[in-house]
């Protein structure tokens, strides 16, 4: 009987998975019944902004938290894949830095050129994933939400390509039941412009909270503060930003702050980061994990030391995105083709422990960058993914901290070249605090 593989969830990191396993099969290789289920009504992941929070039309958790006047974060020259360039997609180069909408349309460009859409069944969810030591097998518990009709199937390897950006960490704080304005977590922020004319206070001092409170500035907010758990971001912010210790309580629309300050705030945004939450997995295979560049239980950060026929993609923090999804993407591929044999238990988890101890050395950004660069030329060296230059993205990556450093509301305005094409990319007609249109569409026009 052929081998099948599932795979779970059909954003970035279940695309790869596809695309890797297409890739092989295109080249002449036989590739096993593959079968990716995704809860959702349609390709991208997280990259698919709904106006829903909470639930969803079927009753079940909304997976993204995207919100509008979303732009890329990071250069768009360090998520560009070898084989599917921007410029080839958009038939001319664009700009480093783009809204939400040109990342997705890329995305499913990507989908259509490597002809992997047969491969998803859309509106499915996962309920349930158990494995069976005597038949070697896991059986999968899945319902078709819109037939609202239940499957049971077996598969010999299982991708899970969930993601770990979509289960909020929800922290409470005294004070909270009874605030007056506005709390809610990042991942159900829809549309900033509710807090234009209002004291907005984030609690978090990461990427999110970073990316929302500019956004926030840049829709009207009257002011914002940070209030954070460790240490400040440290940025040079505009006037009416601060950064404050970790909130102690809110008294009214009054939030205290361990060095004895106060401030008035009209409405509090929790900016508290994500659980790895895989529900559908039983105990047994579930992976525990936190955020961090090399989770543990992972050999090379992929498969599971407990069930190596367990795959997981994508399950880091994250400086790389795309590229660094296709190269786990590839090596897994190729240990389900046979072609990569797994070390040992005791193999796999010194292999672990060696990458461990070298991020746990980590204190800069620059060696961070270089840190999951070199975890991902690990991975490319053992498969044939398409060369591009990875020390190249790593250098834009090291310009792109720079630029933050620099003048935090004007990174976005820079250009990068193309590790890929080589291509300089344009800058945006206007600057990123400027740019209110995010549409597909007006991006597109401004680069005529």
Not at 307 to 321: C, E, I, R, S, V
Request: contains cysteine; proline residues 5%; glycine residues 8%.
């Amino acid at each position: 009987m052929k081998k099948r593989v599932a795979i779970i969830g059909a954003g970035p990191s279940g695309i790869a998975q596809l695309k890797a396993f297409e890739a092989a099969r295109r080249a002449g290789a036989e590739i096993p019944e593959i079968v990716c289920y995704e809860k959702q009504g349609d390709y991208g992941g997280l990259w698919n902004y709904t106006w829903r929070t909470g639930l969803d039309e079927h009753g079940e958790a909304v997976h993204s938290g995207m919100y509008r006047y979303l732009w890329s974060n990071g250069p768009k020259e360090c998520l560009e894949f070898p084989d599917y360039s921007f410029e080839a997609h958009f038939g001319r180069p664009i700009p480093s830095y783009a809204p939400r909408a040109v990342l997705l349309d890329y995305l499913k460009g990507c989908i259509a050129a490597s002809g992997i859409a047969g491969y998803i069944r859309l509106r499915h969810v996962v309920r349930g994933v158990s494995y069976d030591h005597a038949t070697a097998k896991f059986t999968l518990h899945v319902t078709h939400l819109a037939e609202d009709r239940s499957e049971v199937e077996q598969f010999d390897d299982v991708v899970v390509a969930t993601g770990h950006y979509s289960t909020p960490n929800v922290p409470g704080f005294p004070g909270f039941d009874s605030f007056p304005g506005r709390i809610l977590h990042s991942h159900d922020v829809r549309d900033v412009v509710e807090f234009a004319g209002q004291n907005v206070l984030l609690v978090g001092g990461s990427l999110s909270a970073e990316d929302i409170g500019m956004q926030c500035f840049k829709y009207g907010a009257a002011s914002v503060t940070f209030s954070y758990r460790t240490r400040p971001m440290g940025f040079k912010w505009p006037e009416g930003f601060e950064e404050k210790p970790l909130l102690t309580e809110l008294s009214g629309r009054t939030a205290h702050f361990p060095d004895g300050t106060t401030r008035e705030v009209d409405a509090v945004i929790l900016c508290t980061g994500y659980l790895h939450h895989f529900p559908f997995l039983s105990d047994a295979l579930r992976l525990r994990a936190r955020n961090r560049l090399y989770p543990g239980g992972l050999y090379k950060g992929i498969v599971s030391t407990s069930h190596p026929k367990l795959f997981y993609l994508g399950m880091q923090d994250q400086f790389y995105t795309f590229t660094m999804f296709d190269a786990q993407a590839w090596y897994a591929r190729d240990i389900m083709l046979g072609r990569i044999a797994l070390p040992d238990r005791a193999g796999m988890e010194a292999d672990i422990a060696a990458w461990t101890a070298r991020e746990e050395a980590l204190t800069e950004v620059p060696d961070m960058i270089d840190f999951q660069a070199d975890y991902m030329g690990d991975l490319l060296a053992a498969t044939d993914y398409p060369v591009f230059d990875l020390a190249a993205t790593a250098e834009t990556f090291k310009v792109w901290a720079q630029h933050r450093d620099a003048d935090i509301t004007t990174y976005r305005d820079h250009a990068h070249a193309s590790a890929v094409t080589g291509t300089m990319a344009p800058r945006h007609p206007l600057p990123w605090l400027d740019a209110r249109d995010d549409t597909l569409e007006a991006f597109v026009a401004a680069q005529a």
